[in-house]
C-alpha cells in the first residue's frame, strides 16, 4: 500500500471498519490529486475482483482500466463539477465499467465521494467508496454487449451492423454519397468443421475475421453477419471502390493459407456486394442484393460480384414476392393446414410416426400443396413463419391424440430462430408428453451449409427430449462423421436413389452402403418415396428401418371429428 498522504492519517491506522467494508463489498479510497497517489483501504483488489497486476495505487493507473465506452469517469465527475468547496466538500456519485484485467471481463462499479478544494478552490483531495454493482447489472450489461459484439470475434454482431448500414444510408442520403454493402462467406467452413472439428472451424472464422479487417478501408464497418459470413458497410463508396474493395478482401483471404496443428489449410470464401442507392433503398433490399451477389460468386467463376439488375431474376423475385404475400394472408386467416404421410416399421409394417406436410386452403376452398409457397417464402425470408405454424399445429394434433406420433420439417432459417424454440419450449411446458412423440427434420444441405450451427440446434432439441432427423441425406456431401457430431438419431435417404430403385443398380448399390454403415454406426433410417412393393422388399432386405412414399400410404388431411348427435 502507498504511504499516508503528508499531514493525514493512513487508512490503515485510522479506518477501523475495513473489515465491514470488505465483507459487504466496498472499498475506500483517498486520492492526493497533485501527486495522484491513491492510497484504498484493505485488499482492494480482491473486493474489486481486479487482477493482482492491476495497478491502482494512482488515479491514472485506476483510470488505465476504464471501459473506452465508459460515458463519464472519476475525474470528469471532480473536475467537471460547477459546484464550489464551502469547507464541507463537493459530494459526487457515478456509474462506470472497467476490465479486471488485459484480457479480462467488463465489470460494473459505483463510485460514491466527496471532493475537497485547495487554496486556489480547484479539488486538491478527493475521499470516497467503491462497489461492485453485482451479477445482475454485470449479466444485463453482458447481454447488452453480446446483441452488439460477437462473442468469438469480437466484430459487430449482425442487429448492430445493420443498424450502422441504416445509419451510413441516411447519412449517404444527405451528403449524395453511395454507400457500398458486402457479405463474405467462408464456403468452406462445414468441410473444415467436418474434417478438422468445430474447434479449428472457430480457429479458421477468427483468421478470417482478422484477416478482413487488416484488408478494409479505414472508416468502414465490419461485423460478423452468421456463422460463416461477415458484412462490411462502406462509406461513399462507388462501384470502382466496391471493385478494389473486393479484390484486397479476396486476396487477403486466398493469397495465403491458414497455419493450423493439421498444416495448412486453405479457407475459401465467396465475396458479394451491392451499391446503394442504385440498387437498393433501404437494409432489407441492401442484404438481399448482396445475397443475390453472393449466390451468383458462388456459382459462377470469380470468387466476387457485384450486384447488377437481371430482368427474369427481378421477374422471379416478383412472384416470389406475391407467393410469399399469399402465404402470410393464409396464415394470419389460419388458412394453413396439415397433411400426414405415415411412415412405418420396415420389419412390421406398422406406423412408426407420420411427417406432417403444409397444406394451404386457397381463397377459393382448394386445399394446395405448401411446396411452392414454402420455396417463394424461402427466397424472401419469412418462411420461419410457416414453420412456427407448423410446430403449433403438430404439436396441437399430438396434444389431441396422445397415441400419435409426429415429425414435422423446419427450413435453414429456423435453425437459428430463437421464437421457435421459445413456442416448442412454452408448448413442451404446457405438455411435456409431447417432447419424446415429435421429430424434427433438418436437410442435409442445411446442415453441411452450417455444421455448428447445425450441431447447436440438435443438442437443443435433444436438451428438450425431441428426436431429430436428418432428411434428404445423400444428396449432399455429408459423412457419417459429420452425422455422429451432430448428434441426429435418424437419417432419411434422399428420395432420388430411392424411386425407381429396382430398375437402378448404381442407385441400388449406393443405397445398400449407406444402409449397411447407419447399421453399423446405430443410426436408424429411413427411405423416402418407395413406390413400389419391388422397392419395399429390396430395402427391407437391406436393412432400412422404415420406409415411407406413396406406395405405402399417400399423404392426407385427418379425418374431421365426428358428431355425436
Avoid at 230 to 244: I, K, M, N, P, S
Avoid at 260 to 286: F, K, M, Q, Y
Avoid at 349 to 374: D, F, N, Q, T, Y
Avoid at 525 to 535: D, I
Wanted: contains cysteine; negative net charge; hydrophobic residues 45%.
Amino acid at each position: 500500500m502507498a504511504q499516508p498522504l503528508a499531514g493525514e492519517r493512513s487508512f490503515a491506522n485510522g479506518f477501523g471498519l475495513v473489515e465491514t467494508l470488505a465483507a459487504v463489498g466496498e472499498a475506500a479510497y483517498a486520492w492526493d490529486v497533485a501527486s495522484d497517489r491513491l492510497e484504498w483501504a484493505g485488499a482492494a483488489h480482491d473486493v474489486l475482483g481486479l487482477a493482482p497486476e492491476a495497478a491502482i495505487d494512482t488515479a491514472s493507473g485506476f483510470a488505465a482500466l476504464f471501459d473506452p465506452e465508459a460515458l463519464t469517469t472519476r475525474h470528469e465527475a471532480v473536475f467537471g463539477s460547477s459546484e464550489t468547496d464551502e469547507g464541507d466538500g463537493v459530494g459526487f456519485e457515478l456509474e462506470y465499467p472497467v476490465f479486471t484485467g488485459p484480457r479480462g471481463r467488463r465489470l460494473w462499479l459505483q463510485d460514491r465521494g466527496r471532493w475537497y478544494a485547495g487554496p486556489d478552490g480547484r479539488p486538491r483531495r478527493v475521499v470516497g467508496l467503491v462497489r461492485r454493482l453485482g451479477a445482475r447489472r454485470e449479466t444485463a450489461e453482458q447481454a447488452a454487449s453480446l446483441a452488439r459484439f460477437d462473442p468469438l470475434t469480437g466484430q459487430l454482431a449482425r442487429p448492430r451492423l445493420l443498424e450502422i448500414a441504416a445509419a451510413t444510408l441516411a447519412a449517404g442520403a444527405r451528403m449524395q454519397s453511395s454507400t457500398g454493402f458486402v457479405l463474405i462467406a467462408l464456403s468452406n467452413l462445414g468441410a473444415i468443421n467436418e474434417a478438422y472439428g468445430f474447434d479449428f472451424g472457430d480457429f479458421a472464422v477468427v483468421e478470417t475475421s482478422r484477416r478482413l479487417r487488416g484488408a478494409m478501408r479505414g472508416g468502414d464497418t465490419l461485423g460478423r453477419f452468421s456463422t460463416s459470413t461477415f458484412g462490411l458497410v462502406l462509406q461513399e463508396c462507388e462501384r470502382a471502390d466496391l471493385e478494389v474493395v473486393m479484390r484486397r478482401l479476396t486476396g487477403a483471404l486466398h493469397d495465403e493459407p491458414i497455419a493450423s496443428p493439421h498444416g495448412p489449410i486453405a479457407a475459401r470464401a465467396v465475396i458479394g456486394g451491392v451499391i446503394a442507392p442504385r440498387h437498393a433503398r433501404d437494409v432489407n433490399e441492401l442484404v438481399a442484393r448482396a445475397r443475390a451477389a453472393l449466390a451468383r460468386a458462388s456459382s459462377g467463376p470469380r470468387a466476387f460480384e457485384i450486384y447488377a439488375p437481371d430482368p427474369e431474376r427481378e421477374a422471379a423475385r416478383r412472384c416470389n414476392m406475391r407467393l410469399a404475400e399469399q402465404l402470410v394472408r393464409a396464415i394470419n386467416e389460419r388458412r394453413v393446414t396439415l397433411a400426414f404421410q405415415p411412415v412405418i416399421r420396415a420389419a412390421t409394417g406398422e406406423r412408426a410416426w407420420s411427417e406432417a406436410l403444409a397444406r394451404i386452403v386457397v381463397e377459393e376452398g382448394e386445399i394446395i400443396s405448401g411446396g411452392p409457397l414454402v420455396a417463394a417464402a424461402e427466397e424472401v425470408g419469412i418462411v420461419h413463419m410457416l414453420d412456427r405454424r407448423v410446430l403449433d399445429l403438430a404439436i396441437a394434433h399430438l396434444a389431441a391424440d396422445p397415441s400419435a406420433k409426429v415429425a414435422v420439417n423446419v427450413s435453414a432459417a429456423t435453425t437459428s430462430d430463437v421464437e421457435w424454440f421459445e413456442t416448442l419450449s412454452a408448448w413442451l411446458a404446457l405438455r411435456p408428453d409431447v417432447a419424446e412423440r415429435l421429430i424434427v427434420e433438418i436437410t442435409e444441405t442445411t446442415a453441411i451449409a452450417d455444421l455448428s450451427a447445425a450441431a447447436r440446434f440438435v443438442a437443443e432439441l435433444g436438451a428438450h427430449g425431441v428426436r431429430a432427423a436428418i432428411d434428404d441425406f445423400g444428396a449432399g456431401h455429408t459423412s457419417f462423421k459429420a452425422l455422429r457430431e451432430l448428434g441426429a438419431d435418424i437419417v432419411k435417404i434422399d428420395g432420388s436413389f430411392v424411386r425407381g430403385l429396382e430398375d437402378a443398380p448404381e442407385s441400388g448399390a449406393f443405397v445398400r452402403a449407406l444402409l449397411a454403415l447407419a447399421r453399423e454406426l446405430g443410426f436408424e433410417t429411413v427411405a423416402e418415396q418407395v413406390e413400389s412393393q419391388a422397392a419395399a422388399d429390396l430395402l427391407t432386405a437391406w436393412g432400412a428401418t422404415y420406409l415411407q412414399g406413396d406406395h405405402i400410404a399417400a399423404a392426407k388431411l385427418p379425418e374431421p371429428p365426428t358428431g355425436t348427435g
